[in-house]
């Protein structure tokens, strides 16, 4: 039996290997997981039979911290021994790789998942472009996690064409149809959101769910929100997400996060679907995404999106028919993408259903997941 070790940086990460690991095992892989520790992953490899290794992984630069991290990943890789690596994320990431580069592991598979330099600069931006530059030279191959992402990383001279692949139209684990659909158990779940907080059929709900933090565009979300509010006084912000104390937004719109009668703070969740169900349409203004699933996932439950026209919001929302993209930071562009949708029911819902129909067709997760499958086997053939 091949065994496949999978790392990745944070408990979080588990969204992006749901039903993946229980798919490799069921074609005959053994798979063991690295990761920081945490309830999600723990969660997820105990019910797809998976080992798990829990190492610490921050997301600064520790160098000593780092180093010895560095040198338990080489001795667990020297006691598993495993068949394929495939490891992602920034520091994880690159780790990982140095690990198999030092013990001399051939079928290494590096999964881009975004590029963390293009939000710093400076020193800091040539040092952690350096470390996305290795972590791309050592591996045989380069699963990238949308077209558009590749194409950005190849154009910096990050990664080398013939090693770059996109599985299908792109993602890193697809979506599960039967999971993100309506359903009535989600509308009851509904419901009671809404009598708990107060809302009524009148109310408009912009949504977000993912980390907060600055480079997630949180800031020029509640700057739109203000904006609109102010026009629109049954407009609520409803926001599902970690804080990220690494990467604080302003302390201003924090303050807003908790006091705002109009804005909902729902904090961390391992099931957001009701959350999608709650809202009429969801933002991602974000600076940097190497594919955002929180796009597919709204979409799969036919709420109209509006994101960022970066690398990755491009491949998971087409403009003007599932959805709206603006400029990168454009605070103006963003609140009169918002504005367009409050003013239209009948154009929510037809981006909302062909969100729907682009979603079946294009990300499915058994065809992130095939692909995947063919690509370990090539590797051990």
Partial sequence: MPKILIGVSSSFCANFLKGQIAFLAANGFKVVIVSAPGEEISMLAKKENAELITIPFTKRISPVTDFFQLIRIVRILRREKPDIVNAGNPKSGFLIMIACFLTGFKHTVFTMHGLLSDNQKGLLRSIITLTEKISCRIPEKVIVVSHSLREHAIQRKIINAVKAIVIAKGSSNGIDLSEFSKSLDLTEQVLEMKERFGLTDKNIVVGYIGRLSKDKGIDILFEAFNILVAKYPVLRLVIAGPLIPEHPFSARYLDQLYHDEKVIYLGKLLDVRPVYELMDMLVLPSYREGFPNVLIEAAAM???????????????????????????????????????LIDSPDLRKNYGQSGRVF???????????????????????
């Fill in 359 to 381: 979603v079946e067709k294009n990300f499915a997760n058994e065809r992130i997941w095939k692909g995947q499958l063919e690509l370990y086997s090539s590797l051990l053939q």
């Fill in 302 to 340: 036919e709420v109209p999106v509006i994101a960022t026209n970066i690398a990755g919001c491009r491949d998971a929302v087409m403009q003007n028919v599932s959805g709206e993209l603006f400029e990168k930071g454009n605070v103006t562009q963003l609140t009169s993408a918002i504005g367009k």
